[in-house]
């Protein structure tokens, strides 16, 4: 988690809309109150129930982004006394065709909700819309940047996790251990946010490519292809099964998923039971791995939990303000459940020998000696993304324009 | 629906009651069994049905937010199940009704990002002819079809609706797309003053259901009161005999197809600028099927178009609740819906 002092310091400047200071590796954990709340000894103050709702774009379950949203929210209602949370997932278009997002967050405000966490990008204006509409609720629009740039009302904070780092260290295991040298990347919609996780995750892969393997960049196939959603909707985005098994017939050996869902993992260990040798690496739910433990390299992993926490209670406390967040892992221990919003854990199909590889290139991110984002770096078009002897600074990285030189997929549609 | 039976008397009126109750114990006994199947689904998920039944049938009425968003679902409801009874009254069975809709949208968009500029009261009054002449031509396309080619209109329409969902995707992600990300979610918001006046915090806009009143009102007198509805059911119940009278009936069948394809349109365009200010891939949101449903069940009588087109968007608004208070799905409402329709056409056909 990141200083606090930073944070605030950062907020202050997004507000003058000044160019962020880039943050690089962030210091050791800030010391997180030990969840010590004696539940049992509830004095009279926190009498009145506290109830904050969600708006999931996916279902509960997915084992992939929604789930880890919903588990954060059960994460708080285990540690914080008084606390109820109702939600409503699988809002969008697919699935409810003819509900909006202020629809949703309208009825959980009427059953009684007074903080309202919204979990897709594209909840960004029906987020804002509801926010104006209730000023006194407060809103957590996860993975947005309307307070960014600006755009939000005062009652609205963005959170979101630095997953950068979460999907260096997937890049890195599925470059460890490809046999055939040919990563492919199960892509959702293309966006600045979803462009900077592909090309976070190249450039881990191509660093231990480089360095553990010792081989050059250029015998590194890394391909994305993006299905158009978050998730399949059947007839609307491609087939993330199909697309998952284009893969694995073009060659490629491992699959790293950019989606909310499973279908990546599933497919690699389909395709291995059948007699191919496919690894795959998960992302956005620490249990993701459960979907294919043979084939799984390891999950790269949101754990909302803790940073829900701290803003359920800022909210309660009354000490809500507007500000655009975006948390890092707790370097000391990634994964540990109560202070980092950034974990990875390993799967089972990541060797001893790979594992201790990727261990040192943890700590290397960990200490700050390595900052991929050091330029030079290139888009694909050839143009300069970060220039030579130069890192880049969080706004460039958040609003990532192209995939970066070297990987082979759509940048813009 | 209150039904009393009176004693046949000897005279004149009689015959005309027993048909009265006649036609009005079929819908009751389709009524019936359209609950007691959604009823045996309810119990199935082991929750109250007269708890979710509450929720679903009067919880569009509990707050003014859920009763704006009813209107604004009925609307749209309204203007295609309008559209779909000039459809049914000659004969036709307008599937594309759907697709209609979304060319509509699609076409309103084209004025409101050519012109932002322009006074918005023209802006809405060229999206309103630009969706209406879309939605039309979308549908004239079924019925050439139809008379040139020899497709049935029902499988045209819905080829025709894969080819406008087609084409929506493509305008979101393609020409029309936000700046910098290609995504499903839709286009980027219209400007704040090209919104159809809404009250904010219900998201009324009014404008909307006067819209479909409006148009009820015209097809309602254009079906009833003049030569070209006649003419319109007399095709309707049989072409052949109808042409013979000297009623130009290809022409006829052509121009419902066409009054329903813009008033699928002109809903559509309202779906842009009163209810979800972008243009969105499934702008639609089904409102069109549903409205199939509802001029099914009403037999295409406008009597009955508003009241079930209310209903239904309720039922559709109400069941919003359910997965938050008795965390069962909402899809219970589309069951209720599904099956009121199927057993009214089975009573009907029972009779036949």
Redesign the interface.
Same mark, same amino acid.
């Given at each position: 988690m990141r200083n606090r002092s930073v944070r605030w310091l950062v907020l202050a400047l997004t507000l003058l809309s000044l160019i962020l200071t880039a943050c690089g590796t962030q210091p050791a954990a800030q010391p997180t109150a030990a969840p010590a709340a004696e539940p049992t000894t509830a004095p009279a103050a926190p009498a009145e129930e506290f109830t904050f709702g969600m708006v999931l774009v996916g279902p509960i379950n997915d084992g992939g982004w929604n789930q880890a949203h919903y588990e954060g929210a059960q994460y708080v209602v285990e540690k914080v006394p008084g606390v109820k949370f109702i939600y409503i997932d699988k809002v969008n278009p697919a699935d409810r065709p003819n509900v909006k997002v202020e629809q949703a967050i309208e009825e959980l405000i009427g059953q009684g909700a007074k903080l309202i966490i919204t979990n897709s990008a594209e909840f960004a204006d029906g987020t804002n819309i509801a926010a104006a509409a209730h000023p006194d609720v407060f809103f957590i629009h996860a993975s947005g940047d309307k307070v960014l740039t600006g755009e939000a009302p005062p009652n609205v904070r963005n959170l979101m996790g630095r997953m950068e780092y979460g999907k260096m260290i997937a890049g890195c295991a599925a470059a460890l251990t490809t046999e055939a040298g040919k990563l492919a990347y199960l892509g959702p919609l293309i966006d600045p946010e979803t462009r900077r996780l592909v090309n976070s995750t190249y450039l881990g892969a191509r660093y231990c490519w480089e360095t553990y393997r010792g081989r050059p960049a250029s015998e590194l196939a890394f391909k994305v292809t993006w299905i158009g959603f978050w998730f399949n909707i059947p007839g609307v985005t491609l087939d993330p099964t199909k697309v998952a098994n284009d893969f694995i017939n073009e060659g490629y050996d491992v699959i790293l998923s950019g989606i909310d869902t499973t279908e990546g993992i599933v497919e690699a260990n389909k395709a291995t039971q059948a007699g191919k040798r496919v690894f795959a690496v998960p992302y956005d739910f620490e249990g993701a791995c459960a979907q294919g433990e043979a084939v799984c390299l390891g999950v790269p992993y949101f754990n909302w939990g803790p940073d829900y926490k701290r803003l359920v209670e800022l909210a309660r406390a009354g000490k809500w303000e507007p500000a655009w967040e975006w948390t890092g892992p707790n370097w000391s221990n990634i994964n540990d459940p109560d202070t980092s919003m950034i974990g990875f854990v390993k799967g089972p199909a990541l060797s001893a020998e790979n594992a201790a590889k990727l261990d040192e290139f943890i700590a290397k991110l960990a200490d700050g000696s390595l900052n991929l984002f050091t330029g030079p770096l290139f888009y694909q078009d050839g143009t300069v993304f970060v220039p030579e002897g130069q890192v880049a600074d969080d706004k460039t990285i958040w609003y990532t324009q192209q995939l970066l030189a070297g990987i082979e997929g759509q940048s813009a549609p | 629906m209150a039904v009393t039976y009176s004693l046949p008397r000897m005279d004149g009126m009689r015959t005309d009651r027993l048909k009265l109750a006649a036609s009005l114990t079929r819908p009751m006994l389709a009524l019936v069994a359209a609950f007691a199947l959604t009823t045996l689904a309810l119990l199935s998920t082991g929750v109250s049905p007269l708890e979710a039944y509450r929720l679903v049938l009067f919880g569009a009425f509990s #707050?003014p $937010?859920?009763l704006s968003?009813m209107i604004m679902?009925a609307a749209p409801l309204l203007l295609c199940a309008v559209g779909l009874s000039i459809t049914f009254a000659g004969g036709l069975y307008n599937l594309g009704v759907e697709g209609q809709m979304i060319a509509g949208a699609i076409a309103a968009m084209v004025p409101l990002r050519l012109w932002p500029d322009w006074p918005p009261l023209l802006l809405w009054l060229l999206a309103g002819l630009s969706g209406a002449a879309g939605g039309a031509l979308w549908a004239l396309l079924i019925g050439a079809l139809r008379q040139y080619a020899n497709v049935s209109e029902i499988f045209a329409g819905l080829g025709m609706n894969f080819l406008a969902?087609g084409l929506a995707?493509y305008m979101v992600?393609?020409p029309w797309?936000r700046q #910098?990300?290609?995504?499903?979610?839709g286009t980027d918001?219209l400007p704040r003053d090209l919104w159809l006046p809404t009250i904010?915090?219900l998201?009324l806009a009014p404008a909307a259901p006067l819209i479909a009143l409006l148009a009820l009102a015209v097809v309602w007198w254009a079906l009833t009161k003049t030569r070209w509805g006649l003419e319109v059911r007399a095709v309707g119940l049989n072409p052949a005999a109808a042409g013979r009278l000297g009623v130009a009936a290809a022409r006829r069948m052509a121009e419902t197809l066409a009054a329903c394809g813009a008033l699928a349109g002109i809903a559509g365009m309202l779906q842009v600028v009163a $209810?979800?200010h972008a243009l969105? /891939?499934?702008i639609s949101?089904?409102?069109g099927l549903l409205g199939l449903l509802v001029a099914l069940l009403a037999r295409a009588d406008p009597r009955w178009l508003l009241p079930i087109a209310v209903a239904f968007a309720s039922f #559709? $608004?109400g069941s919003?609740?359910l /997965?938050?208070?008795l965390g069962i799905d909402?899809a219970i409402a589309g069951v209720l819906q599904g099956a009121l329709v199927l057993f009214a056409l089975v009573a009907r056909a029972r009779v036949r």
């Open positions: - | #707050t $937010v859920r968003d679902l969902s995707l992600l393609g797309r #910098t990300s290609a995504s499903l979610s918001l904010d915090r998201r $209810v979800h969105i /891939p499934n949101s089904g409102i #559709t $608004v919003i609740q /997965p938050l208070t909402s």
